[in-house]
């Protein structure tokens, strides 16, 4: 694997010739930002060497480089899921190239389901801790060129980008919500019996993503920063059928409130 990732890191640096600060991942319907970004180079995950393949509608499955916020970035238009059926160390794999390429920051974008009864459909809510029901991607072999065997996650998310964030979305009049995200395999939508097991262990909003690619980058000492639209409810009395087109609409509207606030963090960072 440590191969793997520094052949296709080799491989995006000869490229590019980019040395990107800060790696970005952009969730369901969380594509747009990208056309924010001054794109200098846009790669489709076909032609990367060892890279899998977006499979889900609203993933584009492009690696995009270039500037934004004053930053050079890249910028994942489309993640990885363990539902599609890749492997965990598929899933993170780009996590892993991204550090090669030298980012000091992470941010990730993410739709979910809200399971706190104070969120709103179209909510947007900063990841202040998570709980995982993922399987651990960093089960197996460790690298001690890529991190600790025990990695410390007393701080999954870095404080100073929360509170920056926060100061963004108070003076752009945005509202926001804090919250704990719960990461689940996936495919399937949850339960009514789910959502309430969630909430009562502890969480605010639940997902199929995120809690992976953050594990790995506080593994390899990258700040990460995570922002979730609630796309849907998981309330007694507020839960109804939703599908996945649902959950892009949703994403796609919230979408420019939370490109701003990226945006302006980047600039911060």
Do not use: W
Not at 103 to 110: C, G, P, Q
């Amino acid at each position: 694997m440590l191969g793997q990732i520094k052949e296709t890191a080799n491989f995006l640096t000869e490229k590019t010739n980019a040395k990107p600060e800060v790696g970005i991942i952009l969730g369901t319907g969380l594509g747009g930002l990208v056309d924010e970004i001054d794109i200098e180079h846009s790669i489709s995950y076909e032609d990367i060497p060892n890279f899998p393949i977006s499979t889900v509608e609203g993933h584009s499955g492009r690696l995009i480089f270039g500037k934004l916020g004053g930053k050079v970035v890249v910028a994942m238009q489309g993640r990885f899921h363990f539902y599609e059926g890749y492997p965990m160390q598929k899933v993170i794999f780009p996590v892993r190239v991204m550090k090669f390429l030298g980012i000091k920051n992470l941010i990730v974008s993410n739709a979910s389901g809200g399971v706190n009864p104070d969120f709103e459909i179209g909510d947007l809510m900063i990841l202040s801790d998570h709980i995982n029901l993922i399987p651990n991607p960093l089960i197996g072999h460790n690298h001690p060129e890529l991190g600790p065997r025990f990695p410390d996650m007393s701080e999954p998310y870095c404080s100073n980008m929360i509170l920056a964030a926060e100061q963004i979305a108070k003076e752009n009049n945005i509202k926001i919500q804090k919250g704990v995200y719960v990461a689940v395999t996936g495919p399937t939508l949850e339960t009514p019996a789910e959502y309430f097991y969630f909430r009562k262990i502890g969480g605010d909003t639940v997902g199929m993503s995120t809690v992976p690619e953050v594990v790995v980058a506080r593994h390899m000492d990258i700040p990460s920063f995570a922002i979730s639209v609630i796309t849907d409810l998981g309330v007694p009395g507020k839960i109804k059928k939703v599908t996945h087109q649902d959950v892009q609409a949703v994403a796609e509207v919230a979408e420019p409130k939370l490109t701003l606030i990226i945006k302006e963090l980047i600039s911060s960072i």
